[in-house]
């Protein structure tokens, strides 16, 4: 199903060797925004940068691929030493083949990972790549995120017993 993860994590921080090994990831398509950072923050939440640290020493490669403008991604990915495509479009799959193309790795051993059904989780689907959704580090107050995270409940229902 288009609206359904490959897999589910709580956060990035949840990727971890044996998980890479266990689903033969060797490269990540990164969403920026709840996912690697708080909408809108210019700095990553706490762990992001000693997780980015372990899987550069894992030999596994990482881009980010996020729907916002240059202005928003550029410092940040910056900041974390990733490079990026801004404006990537998502759901559509034309961030994320970039992103493929310039990782070098076949799209059988990469994952995109993000925290939205409706553009990180479609966008790997349409790709025909494995997903992996995370859950937000801190829930918008916004009513369109708000209005969106409603509309996900509709086509994937998060029983949190079964997240990792």
Do not use: C
């Amino acid at each position: 199903m288009i609206f359904k993860p490959t897999l589910w994590v709580k956060n990035v921080l949840s990727i971890d060797e044996a998980f890479l090994d266990a689903n033969n990831i060797k490269a990540l398509i990164l969403d920026l925004d709840n996912t690697l950072s708080m909408h809108g923050n210019p700095a990553a939440e706490e762990g992001i940068p000693d997780w980015l640290d372990k899987m550069r020493e894992l030999g596994i490669k990482m881009m980010v691929v996020s729907n916002n403008t240059n202005k928003r991604v550029a410092p940040l990915a910056a900041k974390l030493g990733l490079d990026y495509i801004h404006s990537g479009a998502k759901p559509l799959t034309f961030g994320i083949n970039k992103a493929v193309k310039a990782l070098g790795i076949p799209k059988e051993n990469i994952a995109v990972v993000g925290d939205q059904i409706f553009t990180d989780v479609m966008g790997g689907n349409f790709a025909k790549m494995t997903t992996i959704l995370v859950e937000p580090f801190h829930l918008e107050k916004g009513i369109l995120f708000k209005i969106k995270r409603a509309a996900e409940g509709l086509v994937f229902k998060r029983d949190f017993s079964k997240l990792r």
